[in-house]
């Protein structure tokens, strides 16, 4: 009897898990290496696990290391999960983003930057988003928890209608899709998923003030659990429509609380007012 219903329930959850991947192209089941590979080796500084679960990158005086999705995506859903760096981590950058091929100066960039900083101190996540070769869209922020004890999972949502920046499923950052207002969206190019750990201390870290330590080298960061899923109709659940109001509420208590900069309320920078896309809704 209790044999057989624990039999059942196995089944259920066999035939759950089964209609769950379906819609996925590429999900957290198999080997990470699947669908990422290691593009930046850096002598080796960049690996994945025996058993396909982790990548890790790593950086020293001499290399940084990253990844790239195998597959590229024509808007598209992707969550990961990212070990940061522990203690000092000053002077270096680990990054996930979406970016698109060609030419540099036309390129499209959806841009995940944690930037390290000393021991007990914030990382900060730095995000933009380029069109078309154009950025000028940063909003940093601190995390409500301390990202180097644990994995948490980050997610970039690009749609039609908008891009979303998502931490452990709260949302930090919406831009609509206001092309038909003339504000330059990416919608004709499509990307890939890349990540990199490099060294950046000319600036990351207090504005360049604190250096990297050398002495603390090799730094590590880990990523696993990757999934992507790719357009398709309805594919999205909510993501795909209006974030709803709790969404909206959710979003509104990450940027109260944790939004460290907003180039739309940096008037030293935009003397004559703050791009359009600030002022719509
Ligand atoms: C980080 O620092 C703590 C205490 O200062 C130490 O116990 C730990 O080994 C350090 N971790 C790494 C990965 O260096
Ligand atoms: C992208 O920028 C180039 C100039 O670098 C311009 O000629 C082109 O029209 C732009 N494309 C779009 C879709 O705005
Ligand atoms: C590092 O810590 C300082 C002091 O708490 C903080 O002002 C800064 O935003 C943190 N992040 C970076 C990347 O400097
Ligand atoms: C892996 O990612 C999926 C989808 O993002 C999530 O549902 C699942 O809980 C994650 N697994 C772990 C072990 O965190």
């Given at each position: 009897m209790a044999v057989g219903s624990k039999m059942e329930a196995c089944c259920v959850l066999a035939v759950l898990v089964g209609l769950c991947t379906v819609?996925?192209?590429?999900?957290?089941?198999?080997?990470?290496d699947d669908h990422l590979e290691?593009?930046?080796v850096g002598g080796g500084r960049g690996s994945v696990s025996p058993d396909g679960q982790v990548i890790s990158l790593s950086l020293d005086r001499d290399s940084g290391s990253g990844f790239r999705s195998k597959d590229t995506y024509m808007y598209a859903r992707t969550d990961l999960q990212i070990k940061l760096i522990p203690n000092?981590?000053?002077g270096t950058v680990t990054t996930c983003y979406f970016m698109s091929e060609g030419s540099w100066g036309n390129h499209d960039e959806i841009d995940l930057e944690f930037l390290g900083n000393l021991s007990g101190q914030p990382y900060t996540l730095h995000t933009n988003i380029y069109t078309n070769g154009t950025g000028h869209k940063e909003q940093q922020f601190h995390l409500w928890?301390?990202?180097?004890?644990d994995f948490h999972t980050y997610s970039i949502v690009w749609t039609s209608l908008h891009i979303l920046v998502l931490v452990d499923g709260t949302p930090i950052r919406e831009l609509k899709n206001h092309a038909d207002r003339g504000v330059a969206y990416p919608s004709s190019q499509p990307m890939r998923l890349y990540g990199s750990l490099w060294n950046a201390d000319d600036w990351a870290t207090q504005g360049g003030r604190v250096k990297t330590?050398?002495?603390?080298?090799?730094f590590v960061a880990q990523y696993r659990n990757f999934t992507a899923t790719a357009s398709s109709?309805?594919?999205?659940?909510?993501?795909?429509?209006e974030m709803d109001a709790a969404a909206q509420q959710n979003m509104r208590w990450a940027r109260d609380n944790y939004?460290?900069?907003n180039y739309c309320a940096d008037s030293r920078r935009f003397p004559d007012g703050s791009p359009p896309e600030c002022y719509m809704p």
């Open positions: 819609a996925r192209t590429a999900s957290a089941e198999g080997r990470i290691v593009n930046w000092n981590s000053a928890f301390d990202p180097t004890t330590d050398w002495s603390v080298a090799p109709p309805g594919g999205y659940g909510y993501y795909d429509q939004m460290v900069y």
